[in-house]
Nanobody, 123 residues
Framework: QVHLVESGGGLVQPGGSLGLSCAAS????????MGWYRQAPGKRRELVAT???????NYGDAVKGRFTISRDTVKNTVYLQMNSLSPEDTAVYYC?????????????????WGQGTQVTVSS
């Protein structure tokens, strides 16, 4: 069993910064990718940022230049540094990861989601 636990959400003023983290725990053989999506009320879930096992990063258009994703492979943790936040960034942020719990011929990559953490940008 694999679990993703997010932390770091909260309330921040427009123009401010906030950092999120997500730690994967459980039976983990390898993690191929980790990242973040977000969903605002009444909107579809959208890509924020993802990073692969080779540390390449992909960002959603709405956050390019403001958000930075990073990853600690030893701690199985992904981070999201959010700068220049605006009210449009208000959403529930979900951590996601592609993880296999076994190697060799039992390698079985599965997609996991965290429970989500609320980020509210408001004055």
């Amino acid at each position: 069993q694999v679990h993703l636990v997010e932390s770091g959400g909260g309330l921040v003023q427009p123009g401010g910064s906030l950092g999120l983290s997500c730690a994967a725990s459980g039976t983990i053989f390898s993690i191929e990718a980790m990242g973040w999506y977000r969903q605002a009320p009444g909107k579809r879930r959208e890509l924020v940022a993802t990073t692969t096992s080779s540390f390449s990063a992909n960002y959603g258009d709405a956050v390019k230049g403001r958000f930075t994703i990073s990853r600690d492979t030893v701690k199985n943790t992904v981070y999201l540094q959010m700068n220049s936040l605006s009210p449009e960034d208000t959403a529930v942020y979900y951590c996601t990861a592609e993880i296999s719990s076994q190697g060799g011929r039992n390698y079985d990559l599965r997609h996991y989601w965290g429970q989500g953490t609320q980020v509210t940008v408001s004055s």
